[in-house]
């Protein structure tokens, strides 16, 4: 029997996969043991056990990502490490809507997620995906969507016909038999960034989803830089070229959480933009999400909060009040101290705390190991009934090495 993607995905295309598996509930591993003993016991053969118990265990890990959709697609494991959340792929679908564009080419369509999103928004999409295996899960999850076609082919030397726009997710990872390995060099990806930049020369609106951690030296000039945080996780950086490219925008940080969708932009390109005051570490200190960190925009949010940094090189920015912004989370100031193991130990002890929270930027401390040398034995970072908890952030400003003890708001 063999446990490769494209044997699974052929085991599940069977009626007798197909049924079987939408016959299982969620997939719990507690259970996986005895399951695979009764499905074989019933009659069904190791290796399709095995597809099916592989891909229940997906869909469960994929709800993250696709809700409720994730109980009728299919998945491989590298294609569901890159898909895109449907609330993100819905936020690119609206772009090519709002720019009037009726005909996507989706190349690298992955297992389709961005395809089923501009699909659902009636326009006609052309899924290009490379891997065999790959695009027969695309196939399966665009069955719901009469406007999606799915084509086996390399996204590179594919004819594009009528598409008046392109939405790229190159692949950024290599599989190999020990797992998937992530790929750093934008013209290694596939297809390359080089590729991307002649397709926009064309004057096709296209847009294409990077890492979130790519260079701001590697990012093309005349496109809009969109970096998205969802639940302030950083997701990606999405370069938009042309039409689906807002006029003044240059870079960008979109958070999307539970109150809906907050945006930080600038016209700068990078390195512009306001210089924000240095000060000292007093009032309020604010943590910039992640994405307006990505988007070098801490000296534009530090101004809109009528704040300062605490050092010109580091992403922490103090303001006198306390202001309610998406883009940060604040912590009342309480205490600035010096950084010094000894004196936080008694700082620990002399005011009983027994669990501790430790945030740094700029310093190499490893928390969890400061916080072993901070709390008496058997005491962590677990809060229990009683205790007095606190919380560390520890920075840099300058030269000097400091603790502030903090209060969130």
């Not at 010109?312 to 998406?326: L, R």
Request: proline share 6%; with cysteine.
């Amino acid at each position: 029997m063999s446990d490769a993607p494209q044997d699974q995905i052929a085991q599940l295309l069977s009626e007798e996969g197909w049924q079987l598996l939408a016959s299982l509930g969620p997939y719990r591993e507690d259970q996986s043991f005895t399951l695979n003993a009764s499905l074989r016991k019933q009659g069904h053969s190791p290796a399709l056990v095995s597809a099916v118990l592989t891909q229940s265990r997906l869909r469960t890990k994929a709800e993250a990502k696709f809700g409720e959709f994730a109980r009728q697609m299919l998945f491989t494991q590298a294609g569901l490490e890159q898909a895109t959340r449907l609330n993100v792929a819905a936020r690119h679908a609206q772009r090519f809507a709002q720019a009037g564009i009726r005909h996507v080419a989706d190349l690298g369509c992955g297992l389709g997620a961005d395809s089923m999103a501009l699909a659902s928004l009636d326009i006609a999409v052309t899924a290009v995906e490379v891997d065999e295996t790959t695009a027969a899960c695309a196939t399966i999850n665009l069955i719901p969507f009469p406007h999606a076609t799915v084509v086996h082919s390399d996204a590179t030397s594919v004819a594009l016909g009528d598409a008046d726009g392109v939405w790229l997710d190159p692949a950024r990872r290599t599989t190999s038999t020990s797992g998937t390995k992530r790929i750093w060099d934008p013209e290694a990806f596939s297809p390359p960034l080089s590729f991307v930049e002649s397709l926009a020369a064309s004057g096709l609106a296209v847009g294409v989803k990077m890492g979130p951690g790519m260079p701001h030296d590697s990012i093309p000039a005349g496109c809009e830089a969109q970096w998205v945080s969802v639940g302030g996780d950083v997701t990606e950086v999405t370069l938009w070229f042309n039409a689906v490219a807002r006029p003044g925008i240059r870079r960008a940080a979109l958070l999307l959480g539970p109150q809906g969708a907050a945006e930080l932009t600038s016209a700068e390109d990078f390195g512009g933009g306001p210089v924000a005051p240095v000060g000292p570490v007093e009032g309020y200190i604010y943590e910039p999400d992640g994405a307006v960190i990505r988007a070098g925009l801490v000296a534009d949010l530090a101004v809109q909060l009528g704040g300062h940094l605490v050092d010109e090189h580091i992403a922490y920015i103090c303001a006198p009040d306390a202001v309610d912004t998406p883009f940060a989370r604040a912590y009342k100031v309480l205490e600035v101290m010096p950084y010094s193991v000894k004196g936080l130990k008694a700082w620990v002890k002399e005011n009983g705390i027994g669990v501790l929270d430790i945030k740094k930027r700029g310093t190499s401390v490893t928390p969890e190991e400061l916080r072993k040398q901070l709390l008496p034995a058997g005491k962590g970072s677990a809060k229990k009934a009683g205790q007095k908890t606190a919380t560390l952030v520890l920075t840099r400003i300058g030269d000097d090495r400091v603790a502030v003890s903090v209060e969130p708001v």
